[in-house]
């Protein structure tokens, strides 16, 4: 049972553990009383969750969970020092972004300072979906045209714009026949599966790329740019093919289009190798998105970019957000970055990714439902199949897979297209130990059934 092995809150918290909370079924209740939206949670019945230490998530039952699937929280839970700089900006100053506050011009020049060179100019937002939809605007108003290249099986975000660039099926069932006529999908360039399975060389992508750009191009009605993950997040954590960014990016520079690389998931030092998504590619993009862990779960985003991208927004109109780059907000990512700095999460993460990986490499000889693991970093994809040869996927054992091991206090869950690979994206503060757990528990579940 889950008790016999995870660590009790009073273990990892030390005293002051409070007294019990209502139980789970009556807030689930209330939740579902109250909440609207099909607000997306993998588990029927999810556990509510009451407190967050480090690398763990306490339910107001008290049972703790290994939490294997927050790329929000990229600190870990509840990191004072965090706490401590957000109340005490909070009590000296918040107000709209209209005004002008030291935290701001500093939290922008430190972000400029991450980015390659020439990209200079930050726009402070409040999300992911929000940097995408103000990254495509950027670039409409850049080159004047509308025709944007996505990828398929992308999720770039909910909102108007950033949704219509989003092909996934899994987050978005209608998004194939639902996409507007200026949104151009081509196939990703998926290596384990589907049309390039096992392909070495980038032709076959960059062939399929240009025959879209090509119709494109037919239309005449020029193009704007193309949008993609530089590690292929929503499949699993699928690397792109070596040099396959840098000769698409190629290719849209060519006709006048502008590159934005979606940094939200795996960008800021997730991949533990890289601090950037697209270094691991050898790409440089025109604009860079951002959010979800640059505030560590205090809603944040950016978009930086060129001085002139930024400026051609001022032909179409004016960018205003009240509370993106609020001072709170500002503080709150530039102590993000200094305790991500302070405590080496970006080399934890490629230290114990390393090591997460190798043993989960390791179960594909034991395991034959393992069929491939992708990602670096800590963030990684474990690919489940029927068989390896056809690749069939193993949809339903992947979904009594996350169950079980949330009875065993892990929190996983499926993504990709056919929803069979268990996505790995915990805190960046995450252990060995606690790699180890997990793999250890996901072996168990692997060798006594699920
Ligand atoms: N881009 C990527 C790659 C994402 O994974 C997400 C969220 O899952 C978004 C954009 C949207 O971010 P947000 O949920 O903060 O709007």
Request: with cysteine; net charge negative.
């Amino acid at each position: 049972a889950w008790s016999e092995l995870c660590p009790s809150p009073a273990a990892l918290l030390g005293a002051g553990v409070d007294a019990p909370k209502p139980a789970s079924a009556e807030l689930f209740a209330l939740r579902e009383a109250h909440l609207a939206g099909p607000q997306k949670n993998y588990y029927e019945t999810p556990p509510q969750m009451e407190r967050g230490w480090k690398e763990h998530m306490f339910d107001v039952e008290g049972r703790a969970y290994l939490d294997m699937l927050n790329n929000v929280t990229i600190l870990g839970h509840g990191h004072p020092r965090l706490a401590e700089a957000i109340s005490e900006q909070w009590l000296r100053l918040n107000t709209n972004s209209r005004f002008h506050y030291t935290a701001i011009a500093e939290f922008s020049e430190r972000l400029a300072s991450l980015a390659p060179e020439g990209l200079e100019a930050v726009f402070l937002v409040n999300s992911g979906s929000e940097a995408n939809d103000l990254a495509l605007r950027l670039a409409w108003a850049h080159t004047g045209a509308k025709p944007m290249l996505s990828l398929l099986e992308a999720y770039h975000g909910w909102s108007v714009a950033s949704d219509a660039v989003s092909t996934s099926i899994a987050d978005n069932p209608q998004a194939l026949t639902t996409r507007p006529d200026w949104v151009h999908a081509v196939l990703s360039p998926n290596t384990y599966r589907g049309a390039f399975r096992g392909s070495e060389s980038t032709t076959g992508y960059l062939d399929a790329v240009v025959e879209v750009l090509e119709a494109i191009d037919a239309k005449g009605e020029g193009l704007a740019g193309f949008i993609a993950e530089p590690v292929y997040g929503n499949a699993g954590g699928i690397s792109l093919p070596d040099g396959f960014l840098a000769a698409v990016y190629g290719q849209i520079r060519a006709r006048g289009g502008v590159c934005i690389a979606d940094e939200v998931q795996v960008g800021y030092g997730r991949l533990g190798h890289h601090f950037w998504g697209f270094e691991q590619q050898g790409a440089i993009p025109d604009i860079i998105t951002i959010a979800k862990g640059m505030g560590d779960g205090h809603p944040l985003g950016a978009v930086i970019t060129t001085r002139a991208i930024a400026g051609s927004l001022e032909k179409e109109g004016y960018f205003f957000s009240s509370t993106g780059g609020s001072p709170v907000s500002c503080v709150a990512g530039m102590t993000v970055l200094d305790i991500m700095a302070d405590e080496r999460l970006q080399e934890n993460a490629r230290d114990v990714g390393d090591h997460l990986k190798g043993r989960l490499v390791a179960l594909i000889e034991r395991h034959p439902i393992v069929g491939a693991v992708h990602g670096m970093g800590l963030y990684l994809g474990l690919e489940l199949v029927r068989d390896r040869t056809t690749l069939e996927p193993a949809t339903e054992e992947t979904a009594a897979i996350c169950s079980r091991l949330l009875d065993l206090g892990i929190l996983v869950q499926p993504t990709g297209d056919h929803l069979n690979v268990l996505k790995i994206k915990p805190p960046l503060c995450l252990t060995v130990d606690s790699a180890d757990f997990f793999v250890d528990m996901l072996e168990k579940v692997l060798s006594e059934g699920w």
